[in-house]
């Protein structure tokens, strides 16, 4: 329906004003498609942008299984934090701090976990995001055997990351998590089946 070039032809003017039309903008102007046209062309781009790139770094594992560096700022699939090409690395399951790659290869995570992070598990920071339970109540409820965790370190040898894997602590964390799938409000605790620790 489009061509590629950033001016649209009169018939994708016509086109798109239909479709304008259609979506109940009934006086669609022809500076209106132009502008449609001119922002899709753009968001082809960077998804042509993307499916290249990605293309690239899965020929460049097969020759690297192990991953390599990242080129770029990513997030951490694991932890969320910023990762670039002196802190990050492009694994088989993405783009990885350093932190939480060598978790990977300790094999205190697996690929599977962190692929299916959202019905698998919860991290330290989450469980405070939905749940309301601080960092230093969810150390006494690893400490009391209520939680276990899968600790991800960093160089020095201190916690970077708490993970706590659902079937780990069936009896306190429910699955999914209250953000998949529905909506709640942030720090409910209600839907916390049985909060660890009371009071503290
Ligand atoms: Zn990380």
Redesign the pocket.
Known sequence: MFNSEMEPTPKEIDEIKNILRKEGKKDATDEDARDLHYRMVALADIVIDVAVDRARKEKKLKENPDGFPLDNTYT?L??H?S?NQETGWWDKVGP??L??RDAVRKRVITRRDIKNKDKAMYTDWELKYYFNIHPATQRKAIRDGRLKARV?ENKLGKPH?FVYLIRENQDYLPSPKPGYNRVVRPGDKKSFRAVPVKGT
């Open positions: 951490c694991l932890c934090d990762a990885l701090c932190n939480c991800v990351l």
